[in-house]
């Protein structure tokens, strides 16, 4: 199969489904080139540095039939948009009794590794988790991506594509015919009986490294990748947790009322997946502080192979909590 | 073009020196970066060189002033330390912000610098209130705020401006007008070419001037700091400038502006129109100009001696100031 990069899919879902209905138009700082040379300045318009009224152009234009791309880039830039995200944007058509619909895909990479220190560097997804009436999914490989992004824009909500910005460049297979990815369907990335290690965008691929390391002691590692974040497929996470008894939280975010903290959540008030428990929950994020710039500091904030690994002994070792 | 002043040769010289400084600190700085000594993203104020220098000439150690993410140049008019700024580019715990902060992030409260910013229009509220606190203060105290063309879209820049003007804060807002918000041109984005036009819209003076006349934004630069010391509230001054390079230094960062337009402003570089006014003033000999570079290149390589001396902070401190004692 050819291989596209993740940024690349993403630009591929938007292209074709520009091409496919002529209601969506794009909006960025700084116009996307391959985007505007196809679609012209009309479709792809490159707006001055006000991200909090070009997300409420968005809502306006999708409340009247349009399906607006709204493009903040780093998701740094969308927290001055926060009243047409929070107020606007995700309760609007709850609001006025469901009268119409308001089509839109925001985009937002987020994420460390780039050294650009405490505003460039976030992770703050759960954020918009807790706001009522937002989807959001974050993928991990080109072929999520593009699967995801296809979905979104067909949606009839304002959806979040999060997008990783340590995976940007990562290739991956991406299928020459069309397809979708439903939101809220999680993915096995690897099938495994010990443990069931739950992980987002980056550290999915850390955790299959992590994996594969642990083979070698004989050690099985279940990955199961959520995409979504909202709506969250706790059926499959719960399913892999009564079969392993075990589950390590992988997240680039900080821990505290994170991604992480609702997936535990998700694990343990569930009477029949709590039984099978064997370990406590391990959760493995960032340290809960701003990104710091220098090399070692960042480095020693962010979560990684290794630590995953050690997570994974931690469980593995953890006695039954009952029995403790 | 004559620059024309009633400012002291040694005042004079001294603008050169600190514009130097600010390009050679630059210039050094892009090339770390590209060896891969200093991380993540530098943006460099070369070109502009002027306004900086022209505007902080115009202030006393007690004013205030903001940056934004091209921050080197605010920080050294400022009076920043040379060895602090290079240490924070290296990422080291002696720097600025004991390696938690980088280029994008140099402050120095200690001089009046309340930092630069990452966020573009991030800074204006903030250096308002800086401008609210000195006319609480009662001192005659003023504030400075730097920021681009593309900021002055953003809804900070029109908030902070009627504030200001209400409240007749002690203010300066200085745009710097490069034509460019990152990739985009400002011709694009904005309804009207001079930024300094809206001021009428909040009844103050807005100023045009020539940002790349050091002279020239010293002057207006002083008559706007008179103006706040005296009671009269905020004044707009738009320094019509040029960046030089492209918008950061990421390797394969595109610069998509006309070549020729970068080759017709280096031709108006400040720095070398400063020098000939110097020079034919008799101001400045080739020994004079060889002694203000020999200082300026001795404080960058010890500056840079300084960083490289100096130890990485200790993974541990990642945690520390998170919160304060
Ligand atoms: C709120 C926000 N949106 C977008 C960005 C990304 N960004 C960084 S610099 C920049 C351009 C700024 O242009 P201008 O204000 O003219 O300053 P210049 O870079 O020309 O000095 C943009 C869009 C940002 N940092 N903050
Ligand atoms: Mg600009």
């Not at chain 1, 489904?17 to 391959?34: G, N, V």
């Not at chain 2, 390797?251 to 402003?265: C, I, N, S, T």
Request: aromatic letters at 6%; proline letters at 5%.
């Amino acid at each position: 199969m050819r291989e596209l990069t993740y940024n690349e899919a993403a630009l591929e879902a938007i292209a074709e489904e520009m091409r496919r209905d002529p209601k969506i138009f794009y909006m960025s700082t700084d116009a996307l080139p391959p985007l505007l040379k196809e679609f012209g300045e009309q479709r792809v318009k490159a707006t001055p540095i006000t991200e909090a009224a070009f997300t409420g152009i968005g809502i306006g234009a999708a409340g009247c039939g349009f399906r607006p791309i709204v493009d903040w880039r780093q998701v740094t830039f969308c927290f001055v948009a926060m009243d047409q995200i929070v107020n606007q944007a995700a309760k609007i058509h709850y609001m006025f009794g469901g009268q119409v619909t308001f089509p839109m895909l925001f985009r937002a990479s987020v994420g460390g590794g780039g050294l650009v220190a405490a505003q460039h560097s976030q992770s703050p997804y759960s954020m918009f988790m807790n706001v009522a009436g937002l989807k959001m999914f974050l993928p991990s490989t080109p072929y999520d991506m593009k699967g995801l992004i296809k979905t979104a824009i067909r949606d009839n909500n304002p959806v979040i594509s999060f997008e990783s910005s340590r995976l940007m460049g990562r290739r991956g297979p991406v299928p020459d015919e069309d397809y979708t990815i439903p939101l809220g369907q999680a993915d096995v990335k690897r099938e495994g009986s010990d443990v069931t290690v739950v992980a987002l965008a980056w550290l999915v691929h850390e955790a299959l490294a992590a994996a594969e390391e642990l083979a070698k002691e004989g050690i099985s590692v279940e990955i199961v990748d959520p995409r979504t974040l909202v709506p969250l497929d706790k059926d499959t996470i719960r399913s892999s947790v009564r079969k392993t008894g075990r589950l390590v939280i992988a997240d680039e975010a900080g821990p505290t009322a994170g991604f992480s903290a609702e997936v535990a959540a998700v694990v343990t008030e569930d009477a029949a997946t709590f039984a099978r428990l064997k370990a406590p929950v391990k959760r493995v994020c960032a340290l809960q502080v701003p990104i710091p710039y220098s090399p070692v500091l960042e480095n020693a904030v962010f979560p990684d192979r290794n630590r995953i690994i050690a997570g994974i002994r931690e469980v593995l070792d953890a006695k039954q909590p009952a029995a403790a | 073009m004559a620059l024309s002043t009633n400012l002291s040769p040694d005042k004079q010289r001294e603008m050169l020196r600190q514009m130097l400084t600010i390009r050679r600190f630059e210039e050094r700085a892009s090339a770390d970066y590209l060896a891969g000594k200093i991380y993540g993203v530098v943006h460099c104020y070369i070109g502009e060189e002027a306004v900086a220098v022209g505007v902080c000439t115009a202030l006393g150690g007690n004013d205030r002033i903001i940056s934004t993410h091209r921050g080197h140049g605010h920080c050294i008019a400022k009076g920043a330390d040379l060895n602090r700024m290079m240490a924070e580019l290296y990422g080291r715990q002696t720097g600025y912000c004991k390696g938690k902060g980088g280029s994008m992030h140099i402050a120095d409260f200690g001089i009046g610098m309340l930092g630069a910013n990452g966020i573009v229009a991030g800074g204006i509220s903030i250096v308002t209130g800086a401008g609210l606190a000195a006319q609480m203060e009662g001192k005659g105290g003023v504030a400075v705020s730097f920021f681009g063309d593309g900021a002055s879209n953003a809804g900070p820049f029109h908030e902070c401006l009627n504030i200001a003007a209400a409240w007749k804060l002690p203010m300066i807002y200085v745009c710097e007008n490069n034509m460019y918000a990152a990739q985009t041109a400002a011709a694009q984005t904005h309804a009207l070419p001079d930024v300094a036009a809206r001021a009428a819209g909040y009844g103050i003076p807005g100023i045009v001037v020539d940002g790349n006349d050091v002279f020239a934004v010293h002057q207006a630069a002083s008559g706007a700091v008179d103006r706040a010391r005296s009671g009269g509230g905020p004044t707009l001054i738009e320094c019509k400038t040029y960046r030089w390079r492209a918008h950061t230094e990421r390797k394969g960062q595109p610069d998509p502006r006309d070549q020729a337009e970068v080759e017709a402003w280096k031709r108006k570089d400040p720095i070398a129109l400063l020098e000939r006014q110097l020079r034919d003033q008799g101001e400045l000999d080739d020994p004079g100009l060889r002694a203000i570079e020999g200082g300026v290149m001795s404080a960058l390589e010890a500056a840079v001696a300084f960083a490289e001396a100096s130890p990485f902070p200790l993974p541990e401190q990642a945690t520390d100031d998170v919160f304060a004692a």
